[in-house]
T-cell receptor, first 115, second 110 residues
Framework: GAVVSQHPSRVICKSGTSVKIECRSLDFQATTMFWYRQFPKQSLMLMATSNEGSKATYEQGVEKDKFLINHASLTLSTLTVTSAHPEDSSFYIC???????????FGPGTRLTVT | DAKTTQPTSMDCAEGRAANLPCNHSTISGNEYVYWYRQIHSQGPQYIIHGLKNNETNEMASLIITEDRKSSTLILPHATLRDTAVYYCIVGGTSYDKVIFGPGTSLSVIP
């Protein structure tokens, strides 16, 4: 159990366009999901906390107008990278929380390349 | 900043036990110790967590010292597929945000 999916797994887009990444909890409901970004040879960096039905909480230094997060249902959160630039190229990973204890469950990640 | 300290890298022979240490000297009374791992180019995978008692599941065992200032993750019979970066995290409930440190890069050698 506790499976999290992400779509797409990889995407290439042109500079200036927007890209939407979906994160779904497949076999449980998740009121809380998290979005991370990971650059090559670095650790995961938390971007924001996504709560169903309310606004996301962004970490310091993460532009909320650039990285739009929508958690519209208990099984789906989306991250939209608006006006993407090459420096936004990264590995984006989401996680979802199935319960009070037991850790977070992570999606397989989305590799974004902006040309 | 991450609240844990782990060795940067470790090697382990295939079939032997891998013992990954973690120091968390500033852990507070209601904080758990969580372990995750990340195989190259994949999302992290939850392994195990504990509060003060030792824990075991199908993947690993977690040994927490009595003073809770350090812990050890044990993979009893390491395989090549266990080669990954292992992250030791200290935190509250699952709903609390997780700050990842650099972790330990474990290489299982044939």
């Amino acid at each position: 159990g506790a499976v999290v999916s992400q779509h797409p797994s990889r995407v290439i887009c042109k500079s200036g366009t927007s890209v939407k990444i979906e994160c779904r909890s497949l076999d449980f409901q998740a009121t809380t999901m998290f979005w991370y970004r990971q650059f090559p040879k670095q650790s995961l960096m938390l971007m924001a906390t996504s709560n169903e039905g309310s606004k996301a909480t962004y970490e310091q230094g993460v532009e909320k107008d650039k990285f739009l997060i929508n958690h519209a249902s208990l099984t789906l959160s989306t991250l939209t990278v608006t006006s993407a630039h090459p420096e936004d190229s990264s590995f984006y990973i989401c996680s979802a929380v199935p319960g009070l204890a037991g850790g977070q469950y992570f999606g397989p990640g989305t590799r974004l390349t902006v040309t | 900043d991450a609240k844990t300290t782990q060795p940067t890298s470790m090697d382990c022979a295939e079939g032997r036990a891998a013992n990954l240490p973690c120091n968390h000297s500033t852990i507070s009374g209601n904080e758990y110790v969580y372990w995750y791992r990340q195989i190259h180019s994949q999302g992290p995978q939850y392994i195990i967590h504990g509060l003060k008692n030792n824990e075991t599941n199908e993947m690993a065992s977690l040994i927490i010292t009595e003073d809770r200032k350090s812990s050890t993750l044990i993979l009893p019979h390491a395989t090549l597929r266990d080669t990954a970066v292992y992250y030791c995290i200290v935190g509250g409930t699952s709903y609390d945000k997780v700050i990842f440190g650099p972790g330990t890069s474990l290489s299982v050698i044939p």
